[in-house]
């Protein structure tokens, strides 16, 4: 039973996790002056609605573990002009794997946007058959110097910048934040307790992927993870979909510490399909966020409200 209740968690995590997005009901205004982002949950993500250069633009898909803005062909197409870009020159044979589906890529250029009181610095990618516009929140930073921490506040639903004197530090947990590859990672400590079995792993480096509805996958050909797996004796099984394909392997944790923050009774994923993550040992995904965070992408600090 506990088995079969882990596998149809994780299934139902990858289903929602590889479905393309819903329309989101448009807001009557979007205005470039909104400075809280409102996020709206729609088929296990995060969206928002913001003025781009001046052009309203619905359903963003709130994003971390992604090399730059990832936009649509079609949706390109229908927005050009938002971006200023012309002349571009395709790209040959290039592509770029998310979750389980490969993207061919159509167009990569580098980018600076005005997105509300907000401006994004880095790559667009256009892909072809792709259905989204998806934002890095760590290329995201604020026009107003002092304004150098971006707040996300999954429970309550916003976004927005804030600077030193908006909030109290002594409220949250600090961590020490990187930017690898591009992407934010996280170094902490894991704890985990699984039927009657303990496993940590010191000192090792997450991933923070809003795009990824589950708690955490943790990547087997990772060195810490896998010495933590071969001896810990924690039970690791195949969790299958509805066709019958395995989609990754599970576990059940009865008790799942990471940053200092504790789950209990949760399925995490294990994964060795992410070769290009394997240097880390997993990805925090959004479940992880029950209360409100604060990236300090200039001084590397990642605060979680106690």
């Not at 690791?236 to 066709?243: L, M, P, Y």
Request: proline share 3%.
């Amino acid at each position: 039973m506990r088995k079969y209740l882990c596998a149809m968690l994780i299934m139902l995590v990858s289903t929602a996790a590889t479905s393309a997005a819903r329309t989101i009901p448009a807001q009557k205004n979007i205005s470039i002056e909104d400075s809280v982002y409102r996020l709206n949950f729609n088929n296990g993500h995060y969206f928002f609605n913001a003025v781009i250069e001046d052009t309203p633009v619905e359903d963003i898909f709130l994003e971390s573990a992604i090399p730059g803005i990832l936009i649509g062909d079609e949706l390109f197409e229908k927005t050009f002009n938002c971006f200023g870009l012309d002349n571009l020159e395709k790209q040959k044979g290039k592509k770029i794997v998310l979750l389980n589906n490969l993207y061919d890529i159509k167009y990569i250029h580098p980018i600076t946007l005005n997105i509300n009181d907000g401006v994004f610095t880095g790559n667009v990618f256009v892909l072809e058959s792709y259905d989204k516009l998806a934002l890095p929140v760590q290329n995201f930073t604020s026009k107003n110097s002092s304004k150098s921490y971006l707040k996300i506040d999954i429970p309550g639903k916003e976004m927005e910048f804030l600077s030193e004197d908006e909030w109290d530090k002594t409220d949250y947990k600090q961590f020490e934040l990187e930017c690898i590859n591009g992407f934010p990672v996280v170094s902490t400590n894991l704890t985990i307790e699984s039927n009657g079995k303990t496993g940590t792993i010191p000192n090792s480096r997450y991933i923070i992927d809003f795009g990824n509805g589950s708690l955490a996958f943790l990547m087997k050909g990772n060195k810490e993870v896998d010495f933590m797996l071969n001896n810990s004796g924690i039970e690791v099984f195949e969790a299958k979909n509805r066709d019958g394909q395995v989609i990754s392997e599970a576990f059940m944790a009865d008790t799942f510490i990471v940053c200092g923050h504790q789950f209990e009774n949760r399925p995490i994923g294990v994964t060795d399909k992410m070769k290009t993550f394997q240097v880390f040992s997993g990805l925090i995904g959004l479940k992880f966020f029950t209360v409100p965070v604060i990236f300090d992408f200039k001084q590397g600090k990642f605060y979680i409200h106690k």
